[in-house]
Each structure stands twice: as structure tokens, then as C-alpha cells.
């Protein structure tokens, strides 16, 4: 479903085409001073427009397929992550060791070290006059994900206890697995910049200071007006076509 700014550039284009066609009825007296708003200029302004959204339409597609692939790869990985654990606790490897495993997996599950307090406990402890400030614990972001993942890997890299024999669960395996998901992680981030790009583009076309979509169909609405004046039959044509700035 197309979003209600979406539907406001495509509106603006629209108005603006039919200004457009409206000025190609009266050519033999539209004669502007104005380059930008004189017929040829106007057709461009409109193309300009049109390319302008089917670059963003292209963009958001693109971005919107390495969002589902990058969800798709991460839906098993706390499951994963688990199995690794598991893992590496059924081995003689030291509490130390297996606490600072601990503690990377707890970041990438998003779980805490210790449980939150209740509301009721946060109030009890602060009627005894102390201060409750728990911060929270979980970096589940794609990115802090990746990134921690990468930090178990070289963890379980250097424990030589830690060699199990599901070849998924294998440092080698682990490697590949984040490789791939660093790959789709950066390719959202990718498409995401080239769709925000285009849109800026987008915006300038549109709604930039006296050369944008909307000041020139004004400017046009404008000079109509003084061609035949606000109560003429002519200007009342276009006079309800609405140009308007979408953020």
C-alpha cells in the first residue's frame, strides 16, 4: 500500500501535468519571462519528477528485499548461538571461560545477567532511599549482532577444548555463517543509503526553493492569473490545482 507522502509526490506530479496540458491550450499567449516556467521547461521539470520517483520506487524495492533476506538468515540464529553454548559447556573448558562465553551470548539473545527488577521492588528499594538505574543490557541490532558474533567466534577460535564435531557448530562453519550474515546485514545498510540518496534527490526536484515542482507550478498558477485575472474562466481551469510540500 503506498503511503500517504508517496501519495502526495504522485499528486503533485499529477496537478502538474494537467497545469501543463491546460498551457499547452493557450500557447499562443503563454509567453513568460520566466525560462522556468516557459512550456519546455515545465515538460522537463515533470519528466525530471517522474524519473525522480521510479528511482525511489526502485530503491525501496531493492532495500525492502535485503530487509526480508537479512530477517529470513537471522530468524534461526538464536537457536544457533544456543547450540553453541551447549556446546561448549558439555566440554571440561573452565567457569571462567564458559562466563565470558556466557556474556557475549547474553548480548546476542538480548537476555540479562541478572533479572529486572519488579516495579515493586524498584519501589521498595527506593523508599530505603536508593537509587535504581538498570540499564539495559541487550544490543540486539542487526549490527551489535554481527559484530558480537564475531567476538564469540575468536573467543571459541582461541579455546582448544572447543572442537565439536556438527561441522555447523565448527569455528570454520561459525565463520562462514557470520560471513554471510555480515553480507546481508551490509547490504541493507547499502540500500538503505542509495533509497535515502534517492530520496533527497527526489525532494530537490520536487520542492527545492524556486526551481522545485511545486514553486514552479505555483509560479505557473501565477501568471495565468495575471494573463486573465483571478475571476476568468481560463484561470479558473487550474486555479484549484494544489501544490503542496511533502516532508
Known amino acids: 500500500m503506498a503511503t500517504r507522502s508517496e501519495i502526495g509526490h504522485a499528486k ?43 528511482v525511489v520506487n526502485d530503491a525501496f524495492s531493492v532495500k525492502s528485499g535485503a530487509i526480508a533476506a537479512r530477517k529470513v538468515a537471522f530468524a534461526p540464529f538464536s537457536k544457533l548461538i544456543t547450540r553453541v553454548i551447549n556446546s561448549l559447556e558439555s566440554t571440561d573448558t573452565s567457569s571462567v571461560v564458559d562466563g565470558q562465553a556466557r556474556t557475549i551470548v547474553r548480548k546476542l539473545q538480548g537476555t540479562r545477567a541478572t533479572p529486572k527488577k519488579s516495579e515493586e521492588e524498584k519501589k521498595a528499594l527506593e523508599a530505603e532511599g536508593k537509587v535504581v538505574n538498570e540499564k539495559s ?17 575468536s573467543l571459541l577460535a582461541s579455546i582448544p577444548l ?5 561441522p555447523e557448530l565448527q569455528v570454520t562453519g561459525l565463520t562462514a555463517h557470520y560471513n554471510e550474515l555480515k553480507r546481508l546485514n551490509d547490504a541493507v545498510v547499502n540500500t538503505k543509503q542509495i ?5 533527497l534527490l527526489r525532494y ?3 520542492y527545492q526553493d524556486n526551481t522545485g515542482l511545486v514553486d514552479l507550478g505555483l509560479d505557473t498558477k501565477s501568471y495565468i492569473r495575471s494573463l486573465f485575472g483571478a475571476s476568468s474562466p481560463q484561470y479558473k481551469q487550474i486555479s484549484k490545482l494544489r501544490f503542496t510540500v511533502i516532508k
Do not use: C
Open 12 to 54: 503533485n506530479v499529477a496537478n502538474f501535468d494537467v497545469l501543463i496540458a491546460f498551457v499547452l491550450s493557450i500557447a499562443g499567449v503563454f509567453k513568460p519571462s520566466k525560462s522556468a516556467i516557459q512550456l519546455t521547461s515545465l515538460q522537463n521539470v515533470s519528466q525530471n519528477a517522474k524519473n525522480a520517483m521510479k
Open 204 to 206: 530537490g526536484i520536487f
Open 137 to 153: 543490557s541487550s544490543q540486539v541490532g542487526f549490527d551489535d549482532r554481527v559484530a558480537n558474533f564475531d567476538k564469540l567466534i
Open 162 to 166: 572447543y572442537t565439536p564435531n556438527e
Open 195 to 199: 533509497h535515502d540518496n534517492a530520496m
